[in-house]
């Protein structure tokens, strides 16, 4: 089956920091974009960021800019969201997929995994 193994949340305080990871089962992440998705109670899924597969440029979210880092590393099929100065509205369960490109739809995006839980608070 081919899908992504989301880890690395959990709770934090307001300003903290966690380390995203999504692990690629039953498929190769050479030359496909992953993005990092959120979706938080009674919200749509958000991209948040998106890295390229061809050359490895990125996009993030307006509201993750200057916070959030996305990185990949294709011989571990292993994506990684650094999250830095969480704020509340963070909240949210992660997840990760893949597109052969960094598509804006979420829909067109495969692969997903069970998503990993974010909660920012005091």
């Known amino acids: 089956q081919r899908q992504f193994v989301e880890s690395g949340g959990g709770l934090v305080q307001p300003g903290g920091s966690l380390r995203l990871s999504c692990a690629a089962s039953?498929?190769?992440?050479?030359?496909?974009?992953i993005g990092w998705f959120r979706q938080a109670p009674g919200k749509e899924r958000e991209r948040v960021s998106c890295?390229?597969?061809?050359?490895?440029?990125?996009y993030y979210g307006d509201s993750v800019k200057g916070r959030f880092t996305i990185s990949r590393d294709n011989a571990k099929k292993t994506a990684y969201l650094q999250i830095n100065s969480l704020k509340p509205e963070d909240t949210a369960v992660y997840y990760c997929?893949?597109?052969?490109?960094?598509?804006?739809?979420?829909?067109?995006?495969?692969?997903w995994g069970q998503g990993t839980q974010v909660t920012v608070s005091s």
């Open positions: 039953g498929f190769s992440l050479e030359d496909r974009a």
């Open positions: 890295i390229s597969g061809s050359d490895d440029s990125t």
């Open positions: 997929a893949t597109e052969h490109y960094c598509t804006p739809y979420v829909d067109e995006y495969e692969f």
